[in-house]
């Protein structure tokens, strides 16, 4: 058991460092990679000192009871947003859906990221066998960037070969609550059947997202590199669980 909690201590300060390396300093909910380490640490250490392991033992009986119970609470939380977040990742749209809404990401200066890269890629592929679908590229400008993402969106599809009227810019919002709810007021008709296209381990949020705001919108999982995917993933089942306690997401559609 100390064995596994000091590779599992290491593992993550490691990967901490590769996140650093590949996406910056300030990538978003980093830091939880350094304190999933220290707790290995933690562990680890408790496990190897004879007189750290007697202290854990003495704890009083319902402290002990309530920190195992606890913690089985959250690993059942975290598992299941997991699941959910898995059963999202091989989303696809049907043909000919009247719009397509794609969630914006981080912007480097007058760059897409590429993590935007991968979406614009999928929803350019969709909209060139769709040739009656428009796009609304939904993001706003925010530190770090130029321009908003949406302009720069706008700029990565025309130059996959996206007329520039099919093109619809949403350059207001700041989260994807904001992303969707702004986009679907754009809409050229309320009705328009709509798709969002994110990254596989976003699908799920945003679909439900969606369904707060009264729309049953069909998702697409663009790709996503896979040194990325255990950081978006354990980011994900949080932001996840924090949509659904605040309301921002919902399992079933709301109207009226």
């Not at 302009?151 to 207001?172: F, H, N, T, W």
């Not at 969707?180 to 050229?188: C, E, M, V």
């Amino acid at each position: 058991m100390a064995g596994v909690c000091l590779f599992l201590g290491v593992g993550c300060l490691l990967y901490f460092g590769a996140l650093v390396l590949t996406a910056g300093i300030r990538v978003s909910f980093g830091g939880v990679w350094l304190f999933l380490g220290a707790c290995f640490l933690g562990i680890f250490k408790i496990l190897k000192s004879p007189r750290l392991r007697q202290l854990a033992l003495h704890l009083p009986k319902g402290i002990r009871l309530g920190g195992c119970l606890l913690l089985a609470v959250g690993l059942l939380c975290f598992f299941g947003a997991e699941g959910c977040i898995l059963s999202g990742m091989t989303g696809e749209m049907q043909p000919g859906l009247d719009a397509v809404v794609v969630l914006g990401a981080q912007v480097r200066g007058t760059q897409v990221s590429r993590a935007l890269a991968q979406r614009l890629r999928a929803a350019a592929g969709y909209l060139k066998e769709n040739p009656n679908t428009y796009v609304i590229v939904s993001g706003g400008q925010g530190p770090g960037e130029d321009i908003s993402e949406a302009e720069a969106m706008s700029l990565y599809l025309q130059k996959l070969g996206i007329a520039p009227e099919r093109i619809v810019l949403e350059d207001r919002s700041v989260n994807t609550a904001q992303n969707l709810r702004y986009s679907f007021a754009l809409l050229r008709d309320s009705q328009d059947s709509v798709g969002v296209v994110t990254n596989g381990f976003h699908v799920f949020r945003a679909v439900h997202i969606a369904r707060a705001q009264g729309r049953d919108a069909m998702g697409m999982a663009a790709a996503t590199d896979w040194w990325m995917l255990p950081h978006y993933m354990v980011r994900e089942a949080f932001a996840l669980w924090k949509d659904f306690l605040t309301g921002n997401a919902v399992w079933k559609v709301q109207t009226g």
